[in-house]
């Protein structure tokens, strides 16, 4: 795997080659987020955005990769692009989690005001 990545950097220059260093740190990723690796997964799918920002499995990667590093604010922004050009229901899960993660953060004044049918579930 390390050796494609490789690879697929060298030959970046080109269309092609682009795309397939964006299809390789792809797989990459996915196979750290397999593993519970969001760490290392989360840098090569904010390059595979970078280097190209039309590619609907790069949000949605990205985004999965960012609630499991518990920043559901910047998992938002991604998973909301991911659902727009994606509308399948695994996508909107994702983005509802996402939502309901940053819900939780609220002070319980504002949390209060949220809708009891979004309202996120109480770990107490």
């Known amino acids: 795997q390390s050796k494609t990545l490789e690879e697929a950097e060298s030959l970046q220059s080109t269309a092609r080659g682009k795309k397939l260093l964006v299809d390789a740190l792809l797989v990459a990723s996915v ?5 519970n690796d969001a760490a290392t997964a989360e840098p090569m799918l904010a390059r595979a955005y970078k280097l190209d920002e039309q590619n609907p499995l790069v949000w949605r990667n990205l985004g999965i990769a960012r609630l499991a590093l518990d920043k559901p604010g910047d998992a938002i922004a991604v ?15 994702l983005a509802r989690a996402a939502i309901d993660r940053q ?20 770990s107490a």
């Not at 196979?31 to 593993?35: G, I, N, R």
């Not at 998973?79 to 899960?93: E, G, N």
């Not at 939780?104 to 979004?118: E, G, H, M, N, T």
């Open 31 to 35: 196979a750290k987020l397999s593993v």
């Open 79 to 93: 998973l909301d692009r991911a659902a727009k050009a994606d509308p399948s229901p695994i996508v909107a899960m």
């Open 103 to 122: 819900a939780a953060r609220l002070p319980p004044i504002l949390r209060a005001a949220w809708p009891a049918s979004r309202s996120p579930k109480s």
